[in-house]
């Protein structure tokens, strides 16, 4: 059977026996490359079909359906739209911080990618620190929103970029937390060791309540931090106009737009893997027979799917609460999911440590 | 910090909300102070839909001033026609024939709903809560679809003649507005549970924009937006028109005077309209939908005042006529410019949030205020 | 107690949210319960209302007759000078000078369609149409004559 894995030792292989290793190396970086900058192009393409979808269905309308086949191309009309109109700058701004924003929400979202596990033994970068890299490294993504807002010389854009920094600052740390919590009962930091725990079970499943506490204070932090609705404080159209990308057009706007899209992605992708087992099969307890067909399906399949499921949960929060206030907003990180993930990570230490778990 | 709101002071940040802005449902002007995320002052600049109605009207004879008031508050036209109507049969003495009473209460009701399902769309949106919006639409698309049928047009209806009505119900009507009321009351729960019952929702509103009593009364303020501070002012109670004395209904009151109340207070206005027009429903009289009416309208020398209840609050017609076919000066005291004028008072204090709950709550129309 | 309130509150408030997201799961899963037209494609099906104001029209019968007298009282009763009554003077049978219509203009541009000349009509000569796509190129197109060339009034209507 091919699996991604296989497919890449292939030509792993095949590369190191045709090239020098310096050469098949520095060849396989430019194709990862490709590889991520095809996925970002991919994923941004279907993931704004899914919201404008799930949008449609949940507000009884019909969505997109006129460019290709019930309007799945929609998306593509909309990116070439977006290649081909005028990306302004304004003249009042800062020039190079303004050009720059962009690049880095583009740039923060590239790195997360790497250490992300698709399938079994495919992943780009397998470290030995996979979860603290990813939370730090998409902390950097507030910059680009507060360099996005101050180099616009708008007002509302720096409002909003004022309002996203307390904000991503302040979810990062129950976003921590609860990472925390499956840190600690798998003791690893590494994806791999993660998901390899979770073989006769997830965490979802294995960690009794702790865990399912620590998943929704998980996709509560995340949403906040992808700067979501109800948490689209950053943006708030009603208030701010279109926040801290009010002043960008064109392509510009496409890279905020994409790395949205993206860092939701991966968001949801290390959800999957923390609490719901990555690639892993679904299996139940003896069922032997059931637990053979799960086997069948292909671990990639397994991963995308509940990625998806989970995009799709940030999109039904999306479209079902109207937005809070700013005050609220922090009220909500520093005297509920702060307090309660941090009483949580007491909980799941004292159940690692007696062995509660499965 | 309190003694600085009112004033702007080095280093403030003043923002416009408007006239091009999301928040602002149309070209109302704000130009806000703000410390922070905190707003010191709110300061409305009106002008930009101008289209000098009252101006307009006075060169138009009284058959055909009517019609331009459906461009005030398009949202309740009926009710903006009714009141020019109502105002033109005192001058004349017209006695109205009780079906068309009937009717023109049915239509008022009709539209305050519909009014009403807008507003709770469109100001769910302005909270950042998309859905409601298009779910408002589909009830409000309901009685559309039966104003369109009996009056012929969506929006701007031009349905009330000074007399009566212009034309008679339609065949369908009842069982239309049947199938609308048997449609709302599966629906209005959902409501509660898309938007009212929210514990975001309830955050973004409870003790938001509070207006005292007598703030509500010192600015003029009317309607839902007076009846949350526990003001009570639905002309059809107090001054009862046409047939609301005949019916069941309560004036609805909240007494929180946050947008919380004003918001409750609109939900149970709508049930309370429905309510009206279960009762009229079965029981309109027949008869003329019109008056004999002269074929050209001349107002005896004077000054006729009448005010009717728009979903907005209290609407008054005021007509000079010096007895010739137009009149000399006309003047409509329109709910939404008072209730703007609170806007300020409101706000000051509260977060930039805030000012969409408040904005949404007051209910504004934009082209009501500007006229 | 402070902390039994503090939990009821967290559950509570899961609990509205969890409200919410069950009616719009509802509606993401019940797809029969959209109710958008998709206009253009449903022109054959689409039905407007017999009273809707479109335009105002003059219908002709077989015989290219209509019912205008040329009376003007449509181009007083409009609020906006939208129809604009030329009259000419045909010679009867008898030899009688008749006031007829010549054109009737309707500038479809200024119409706020507000039924009040279809009612002011004494001869039932115009009616409202349904037809409600009026946008055209250019904007001379949307001045209308409402009778047809050559047409002439019925007989018996005065």
Known sequence: MWSFSKIANLIHEWLNQTFNPTLATIIEMVIVGIAVIGLFAVLGLVLVIMERKVSAWIQIRLGPNRVGPKGMLQSLADTLKLLVKEAMTPSGSDKFLFNLAPYIAMMVAMLLMAPIAFASNFQMWDLNIGVLYVSAVSSISVISILIAGWASNNKYSLMGAMRSGAQIVSYELSAGLSILAVVVLTGSLNINDIIQSQANGWWIFKGHIPAIIAFIVFITAVTAETNRAPFDLAEAESELTAGFHTEYSGMKFALFFLAEYVNVFIVCAIGATLFLGGWMPFHVGNWQGFNHVMDYIPGSVWFFGKTFFLIFVIMWFRWTFPRLRIDQLLNLEWKYLLPISMFNILLVTAMAILGWHF | ?371 | MFLVKYIKEVFGAIKSLLVGMRRTLYYFTHHKEIITQQYPDNRETLKLPDRFKGEVVMPHDANNEHRCTGCTACELACPNGTIKVVTKFDITPEGKKKKAIDKLVYHLELCTMCNLCVIACPSDAIVMDQTFEHSVFNRAELTKVLNKPGSKIMDGVE
């Open chain 2, 1 to 371: 910090m309190v003694e600085e709101l009112g004033t702007t002071t080095e280093g403030d940040l003043i923002i416009n909300v408007g006239p091009q802005h999301p928040a602002t449902h149309g070209v109302l002007h704000l130009v806000i102070t703000l410390n922070g995320e905190t707003i010191k002052k709110v300061e409305p600049h009106l002008g930009y839909i101008h289209r000098s109605i009252e101006k307009m009207c006075e060169s138009l004879t009284y058959r055909q001033f009517i019609y331009v008031t459906s461009r005030m508050d398009y949202l309740s036209a009926h009710i903006n026609n009714h009141a020019c109507a109502l105002c033109v049969e005192k001058g004349m003495q017209i006695e109205v024939p009780e079906r068309a009473q009937v009717i023109r209460v049915l239509m008022d009701e009709l539209t305050r709903i519909a009014s009403h399902e807008l507003w709770w769309g469109a100001m769910a949106m302005d909270l950042g809560a998309f859905t409601p919006f298009f779910h408002a639409f589909r009830e409000r698309e309901t009685i559309n679809d039966i104003m369109e049928e009996t009056c012929g047009a969506r929006l701007t209806m031009n349905y009330m003649v000074p007399g009566g009505v212009m034309a008679d119900l339609h065949p369908d009507f009842q069982k239309r507005v049947k199938a609308f009321i048997s449609l709302y009351r599966s629906k209005i729960k959902e409501y509660d549970e898309m938007l009212t019952g929210n514990i975001i929702f309830q955050n973004r509103m409870k003790g938001v924009g509070y207006l005292s009593p007598e703030d509500a009364i010192s600015y003029g303020c009317s309607g839902p937006a007076a009846r949350g501070s526990g003001v009570s002012c639905d002309i059809r109670k107090l001054y009862p028109y046409e047939v609301y004395n005949k019916v069941q209904f309560e004036e609805v009151l909240e007494t929180a005077g946050d947008s919380f109340a004003r918001y409750m207070v609109r939900i149970r206005e709508m049930n309370q309209s429905v309510s009206i027009i279960e009762q009229l429903i079965d029981n309109i009289p027949e008869g003329d939908y019109q008056a004999k009416t002269k074929a050209v309208l001349k107002l005896p020398k004077g000054e006729f005042y009448t005010r009717v209840e728009t979903a907005r609050g209290e609407l008054g017609v005021y007509i000079v006529s010096e007895g010739a076919t137009t009149p000399y000066r006309i003047k409509f005291r329109s709910p939404g410019f008072s209730n703007l004028s609170a806007l300020d008072h409101m706000a000051r204090g509260s977060k930039l949030g805030d000012l969409v709950a408040m904005m949404g709550t007051l209910d504004l129309v934009i082209p009501d205020i500007d006229r």
